[in-house]
């Protein structure tokens, strides 16, 4: 079967002043992540890759906390981030990129 790329875009994560919206959107667009990744799933026979590309940025510890406890039991998931701190949790495994080089 052939490799199929399917984006689930959640669109802007609300500014930074507009902080009353923040824990709507990642509660109902985690929850609509996982209904698509569900459905995927069962489609493809496999568990799909996440991959959540600098959402960490944007968000306080607290909701860092709460997308990582929710992303823990998707499956096969990547989180980029520019800075590691931004991590809420340890990795399974970390890979740390550098111009020209890429280590574990």
Same mark, same amino acid.
């Given at each position: 079967?052939p490799?199929?790329?399917?984006?689930?875009? *959640? &669109?802007?994560? +609300?500014?930074?002043?507009? %902080?009353?919206?923040? +824990? !709507?959107?990642?509660?109902?667009?985690?929850e609509?992540?996982?209904?698509?990744? =569900?459905i995927?799933?069962?489609?493809?026979?496999s568990? +799909?890759l996440?991959? #959540?590309?600098?959402?960490? %940025?944007?968000?306080?510890?607290? =909701?860092?906390?709460? #997308? !990582?406890?929710?992303?823990? &039991?998707?499956?096969q998931t990547?989180?980029?981030?520019?800075?590691? %701190? !931004?991590? +809420?949790?340890?990795?399974?495994?970390?890979?740390?990129?550098?111009? &020209?080089? *890429?280590?574990?």
């Amino acid at each position: 079967m052939p490799k199929r790329t399917i984006v689930h875009d *959640a &669109g802007p994560i +609300p500014e930074l002043g507009e %902080s009353a919206l923040r +824990p !709507a959107w990642v509660d109902v667009d985690l929850e609509a992540l996982e209904h698509n990744l =569900r459905i995927l799933r069962e489609r493809i026979g496999s568990t +799909p890759l996440l991959l #959540l590309d600098d959402v960490l %940025s944007e968000l306080d510890p607290q =909701r860092r906390e709460v #997308l !990582a406890t929710r992303v823990a &039991g998707m499956g096969q998931t990547m989180i980029t981030t520019t800075h590691r %701190s !931004a991590l +809420p949790v340890e990795p399974a495994q970390l890979v740390e990129v550098e111009p &020209g080089t *890429a280590w574990t």
